[in-house]
């Protein structure tokens, strides 16, 4: 069956058509989003959901999205996006990080000369009839100050277009490196540097905690008489109620508002005060803008839920469509060597550590550790996968490592998934063979070469004649048929694992027996 996508909120429909391009079911209802009890109802039905800000994807939508795997961003805050929750489900949340900054680099550009000159004011008055004149004396930019506070892809776009304009730029970003400072040729400076010496300050950090209220009054008290603020970012990062004062006082001499701290704005403490300009969260809106994010977004989702290749995901490492096909089957054997482990162990576990060696070291093992984690918690928590599984294994206290290594032994690939618990430490391996299919060859370092079916048998022994010939007895005569036998031992008349692959259940009453034949210390049925 094809997967189904739900389209809830304003995208271009260059997107339907990419969806149906590329075969997969496609529902468009672009108001849908704005209902939340009514995407919570029907969310249940779909693989994929396209968004952008208006659709709210909350802890309750996300409960109800049982077949969902993955919500797609046209644009780039996923601050409407509960991501805790959709990573606890399993589902990966992507973004198109670069499709919509120039287009609101643009903008945050057109929102200080709007600011400056007063063109929204101008243009009214005029339009009434009143030619004011003298009313609208503006401020010229070239040569003054503009301070950026984040100065990532957007605010970059931005130093670019206004150190082209003759402005001075200067940048609070903790994250921007010396050296990208001088490419960009701002100027790095602290918060109350970039304070004291702006004369527009523009904001283009994401809401975090940190950067929540970064204006507030107190901030405002440090700037310069007559500043300008534009904020194309986000709504929380102003504090409305101290910038209302200080546009009313005259201490900030215009403002330029696309975000609020609550959209849609219909009502808001900054409307009708002096010098303010505002738009409706049009930062992204430009058709080239839309186009770019509808497009992108529909091709990462299509590629995810068609091949596993996953872009620009927000909880989970990227796999490109080049290398998901690759690494199928090395995420389908770290599968299995956590499955096999999980079904193992008993007590709770300090650390899985996973080695790679080999070719698998040089690909992607950020996914197939991921991948191991997933086998590994299944048997507890049915519904894990690789978005969830690092993030409930460190909520569970399990420290995670990953080591990778040069090919040490015979195979060109292996990977050793090790279990530590309070009381052991136990090792699975296994490698893929050209042909495609992953094999165990290492169990609690006895080497053997088992490929895995879904029902299997794992039995620990010492290595006596007449124990095999007495277990083929046992599942003979209860009518359970054996598909594949595998047999290691660590040395003669020492310790052995047979891993034996039936067709079916065991029941167990026939467990039992074969746990009562003579030199059989553990059996256990696994299911893959
Ligand atoms: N108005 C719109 O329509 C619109 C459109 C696109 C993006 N946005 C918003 O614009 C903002 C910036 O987007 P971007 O693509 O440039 O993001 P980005 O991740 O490329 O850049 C954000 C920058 O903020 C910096 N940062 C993080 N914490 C900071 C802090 N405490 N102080 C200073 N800097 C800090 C980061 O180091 C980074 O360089 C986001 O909030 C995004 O949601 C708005
Ligand atoms: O984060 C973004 O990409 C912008 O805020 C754009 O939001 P929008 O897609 O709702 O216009």
Not at 46 to 55: K, Q
Not at 262 to 280: H, K, Q, R
Not at 314 to 332: G, Q, W
Request: aromatic share 4%.
């Amino acid at each position: 069956m094809a997967p189904r996508v739900l389209i809830s909120d304003k995208l271009s429909p260059a997107a339907v058509q990419i969806f149906k391009d590329r075969g997969l079911e496609v529902d468009f209802q672009p108001d849908l989003g704005k209902d939340k009890e009514r995407l919570a109802e029907v969310i249940g039905e779909y693989d994929g959901l396209a968004i952008r800000s208006a659709t709210k994807v909350t802890e309750k939508i996300i409960a109800n999205a049982g077949r969902l795997k993955v919500i797609g961003r046209a644009g780039i805050g996923v601050d409407n996006v509960d991501i805790p929750a959709a990573t606890a489900k399993g589902v990966i949340v992507m973004n198109t990080p670069f499709g919509n900054a120039i287009t609101t680099a643009e903008h945050a550009i057109a929102m200080m000369f709007a600011a400056a000159r007063q063109i929204p004011a101008a243009d009214a008055s005029t339009q009434a009839g009143k030619w004011e004149k003298s009313k609208f004396v503006g401020t010229e930019i070239t040569s003054k100050t503009l301070g950026l506070i984040g100065c990532g892809n957007i605010g970059s776009i931005v130093a670019e277009r206004a150190i082209g304009l003759k402005m001075r730029v200067i940048a609070f970003d903790p994250f921007l490196s010396a050296e990208r400072a001088i490419e960009l040729g701002v100027e790095k400076v602290d918060l109350d540097e970039l304070f004291r010496r702006a004369d527009f300050i523009t904001l283009h950090t994401p809401l975090t905690e940190k950067t929540k209220n970064i204006i507030d009054s107190a901030a405002i008290e440090k700037m310069k008489d007559g500043v300008y603020i534009i904020n194309c970012a986000r709504g929380g990062l102003v504090d409305e109620g101290a910038l209302r004062d200080a546009l009313d006082s005259g201490k900030v001499k215009g403002a330029a508002v696309d975000v609020f701290s609550s959209e849609p704005a219909t009502e808001n403490i900054l409307f009708g005060a002096p010098g303010l300009v505002c738009t409706p969260h049009l930062g992204a809106s430009t058709s080239e803008a839309q186009e770019n994010v509808a497009l992108q977004v529909a091709e990462q989702m299509s590629d995810y839920l068609l091949k596993g290749a996953v872009s620009n995901a927000i909880n989970m490492p990227s796999i490109t469509a080049e290398e998901a096909p690759i690494l199928t089957p090395f995420v389908k054997l770290a599968e299995q060597l956590g499955s096999f482990a999980g079904q193992l162990t008993e007590t709770s576990v300090r650390c899985i550590r996973l080695e790679y060696e080999g070719d698998v070291a040089e690909m992607n093992v950020k996914a197939l550790t991921a991948a191991a984690l997933t086998g590994f918690l299944r048997p507890l928590l049915q519904t894990v996968n690789m978005v969830s599984a690092p993030v409930l294994a460190r909520e569970r206290g399990i420290q995670v490592e990953d080591v990778r290594r040069e090919q040490q032994g015979v195979y060109e690939n292996y990977i050793r998934l090790t279990v530590i618990t309070e009381r052991q430490e136990r090792s699975v391996a296994g490698t893929v063979f050209s042909d495609g299919k992953p094999r165990i060859i290492q169990v609690k370092g006895i080497n053997m070469e088992a490929e895995l079916g879904s029902h299997m048998l794992y039995i620990t022994n010492a290595d006596k004649p007449g124990f095999i010939g007495h277990l083929g007895m046992v599942l003979g005569d209860s009518g359970v048929n054996i598909a594949t036998f595998n047999l290691g031992r660590t040395a003669p008349g020492e310790d052995a694992i047979c891993l034996v692959e039936v067709d079916g259940d065991v029941p167990a009453s026939v467990l039992d027996t074969i746990n009562r034949l003579e030199h059989v210390k553990q059996v256990k049925t696994l299911v893959f």
